[in-house]
């Protein structure tokens, strides 16, 4: 099946430092999707993008979707204790009339104070 | 209530078990999933419902049984459940239309 590669696995890093993540597919999307969970919560959408080569922001997030469609990263800017969490990728297909998301494996972000 | 909500939050049930997983949607949207959260897995797709239509089906095994009585709820029956099937099980929703999909807290479930 389609698997989403998304790096780094896990991150540690002092408060006040920049995040930067990524993920790459073999395939396609016409959209992606950056989530973040906290410990024993679902998923939160962060930022949505939806056109290759699209630049987001979202507070101290920014989020591009590559012009090939294949990719996407996430930068986080100033950390701060509340970003610590697993955030995950999500290419979407629509596929048999169903909305589908794809996510990949998630990066998990510490931070040290 | 706002947004998605699941019952319970945890659930330990024995292998030869029935019990059911209940996700109750306050968005006004018409499409609900659920998932499968795992250890060190991506999240797996498991079932969609789309204007209370089941449209997929992800090889799921039959001891997992979905049921969208209406557009704002969704349940997981489950039975004689195996020991690999523990796991936190997320449920999600969307316009029918929409790519943007919101979860709700998940349930963690432990078959012992």
């Known amino acids: 099946g389609q698997q989403l590669n998304q790096s780094p696995q896990s991150m540690f890093i002092q408060e006040g430092e920049d995040v930067s993540m990524n993920c790459t597919s073999s395939?396609?999307?016409?959209?992606w999707l950056w989530y973040k969970q906290d410990p024993g919560e679902g998923p939160v959408l962060l930022i949505a993008l939806y056109k290759a080569g699209e630049l987001t922001s979202n507070g101290r997030l920014t989020a591009q979707f590559g012009i090939t469609r294949k990719d996407s990263f996430l930068n986080i800017s100033a950390s701060i204790p509340s970003d610590v969490g697993i955030y995950f990728c999500?290419?979407?297909?629509?596929?048999?009339?169903?909305?589908?998301?794809?996510f990949g494996q998630g990066t998990r972000l510490t931070i040290n104070p | 209530e706002t947004g998605v909500t699941q019952t319970p939050r945890h659930l330990v049930m024995g292998m030869t078990n029935k019990k059911s997983l209940k996700c109750e949607q306050h968005l006004g949207h018409n499409a609900m999933y659920w998932y499968k959260q795992s250890a060190k897995k991506p999240l797996e797709l498991m079932f969609v419902?789309?204007?209370?239509?089941?449209?997929e089906n992800n090889s799921v095994p039959s001891r997992f049984s979905p049921e969208c009585p209406n557009s704002s709820h969704l349940f997981l029956h489950l039975h004689t459940l195996q020991p690999e099937d523990s796991a936190l099980y997320l449920c999600?929703?969307?316009?029918?239309?929409?790519?943007?999909?919101?979860f709700g807290p998940g349930t963690r479930l432990t078959v012992t």
């Open positions: 999500a290419g979407h297909r629509l596929l048999q009339g169903a909305q589908k998301l794809v």
């Open positions: 419902y789309s204007l209370e239509e089941r449209v």
């Open positions: 999600a929703s969307s316009q029918e239309s929409s790519r943007e999909q919101y």
């Open positions: 395939s396609i999307f016409n959209t």
